[in-house]
């Protein structure tokens, strides 16, 4: 039963915090990406990120649960928060035997991690936090959201790197089709702009080190491009059932029509230059939906501005495609958010459904010099007036994990 609708989302970005405020921005070509605030950049190679800057989470924690939870917990039960308001569902007028919960994260507490290990290292064992455990493991954001709504459906969490949100969404979609659920909250959260996790990435030399502008930093598909830059917060999609939501009189914002899940069994972080997992990714998630590549206008693709993955993603859309991709259009949200991570798939689906809800697209930014290995319209120009009825949200991972998702508008 292909019977999953959206009915509600949420979001925490370094654009907003809520899904207007972070649409108006996209859509104006506005930038998250700045120098790092939160902590003293000066002995890194890389200062700047996406950082979520202009968060308060007092609408939702007391200022003692607030010191006591993490920064990931509480972006994710934030953006969680809205996508209930948006969908109108009290947690009471469910079924709550029927209701769930799944996130994704790639890499939970990261922050509260560094910050007591070296409190252990520096001072002593016995000044680690006693909420050092639960506010570290990568499934507490699901555990804690559940307990606040009182819903004892399924609850669990996905980590799979930058695809952790878009199999989290996946697994709740099954919840409903399957027909166990009715309603499922799902998405996921990131905290990485923190000193171990900047550290690591530059450690690899993933990162882009333009550091005298860092505006202009995250180019995916631009052939100067020179790396992705960390990225912060969370996305939250209300799931129902068809049946569900119209029982309820709720407002339908798209349908999740199909989506599907591969490995490139390849490389730990670097992509098949070949494609060919994307393109059976994408492939798989067509005919799971019951549609082909002609009914897809536009894809809003994961694009990290890193050297061989946009090449090997732009390839495989063109694989899946047959090469007819005229009607097609594509952009990338990270070029102004920067990748935040875990919580990317979640914050792009959520800009994919407004922009089907819109019919419009923002621009990709910073595209100054298009890579002549990509041959697809990246909307460079924007806000970008396109009809279309399907669209398509990548999203890959580090161990090779690709995910697609394909709504139909409502």
């Known amino acids: 039963m292909k019977d999953v609708v959206v009915t509600g989302m949420g979001v925490v970005t370094p654009l907003g915090n809520e899904v207007d405020e972070f649409w108006s921005n996209l859509m104006q070509g506005e930038s998250g990406v700045s120098a790092i605030e939160r902590f003293d950049t000066e002995n890194y190679h ?39 308001e948006m969908a ?14 799944i996130f994704g994260t790639g890499m939970g507490g990261i922050e509260h991690f560094h910050d ?16 050092f455990i639960p506010m570290t493991i990568a499934n507490m954001a699901a555990g804690i959201m559940a307990m606040r709504l009182g ?16 199999h989290a969404i996946m697994a709740a979609a099954d919840q409903i089709r399957l027909g166990r659920c009715d309603v499922m909250l799902t998405g996921g959260a990131e905290e990485a702009v923190c000193p171990i996790a900047l550290a690591g990435f530059s450690a690899m030399k993933a990162l882009s080190t333009r550091n005298d502008e860092p505006q202009r930093a995250s180019r995916p598909f631009d052939l100067h491009r ?3 830059v ?25 349908h999740l029509i199909g989506y599907a899940e591969t490995s490139d069994a390849y490389h730990m972080t670097a992509p098949r230059e070949d494609g060919e997992g994307v393109r059976l990714c994408i492939s798989s ?76 697209l923002h621009p990709t930014l910073n595209l100054e010099e298009q890579d002549p290995q990509i041959e697809l319209d990246c909307c460079t120009k924007g806000p970008v007036e396109h009809s279309f009825a399907c669209a398509a949200s990548n999203s890959f991972g580090f161990g090779g994990h690709n995910s697609t998702l394909i709504f139909h508008k409502a």
């Open 46 to 84: 890389v200062k700047f990120a996406g950082e979520v800057k202009a968060f308060d989470p007092s609408a939702y924690f007391s200022e003692r649960d607030a010191k006591r939870t993490s920064r990931n917990i509480m972006y994710q039960v934030y953006s969680a928060e809205k996508a209930l």
């Open 88 to 101: 109108g569902i009290a947690k009471d007028a469910v079924d709550i035997k029927r209701a769930g919960v």
């Open 116 to 131: 007591n290990s070296v409190i252990c290292a520096t001072k002593s064992p016995h000044w680690v936090s006693p909420f």
């Open 151 to 166: 819903w004892m459906g399924p609850n669990h969490t996905t980590v799979s790197a930058c695809a952790s949100s878009n």
């Open 226 to 228: 020179d790396g992705f």
């Open 230 to 254: 960390v990225g912060e917060g969370a996305g939250t999609l209300v799931l129902e059932s068809y049946r569900h939501a119209k029982a309820r009189g709720a407002k339908i914002l798209a």
């Open 285 to 360: 998630a067509l005919q799971d939906a019951g549609i082909s590549p002609a009914d897809v206008g536009y894809i809003n693709t994961h694009a990290t501005a890193s050297h061989l993955g946009d090449i090997a993603e732009c390839r495989a859309i063109r694989q899946a495609f047959d090469g007819r991709t005229a009607h097609l259009k594509i952009n990338a949200t990270k070029s102004m958010l920067g990748h935040p991570l875990g919580a990317a798939s979640a914050i792009e689906a959520v800009v994919t459904v407004q922009s089907l809800l819109e019919q419009r």
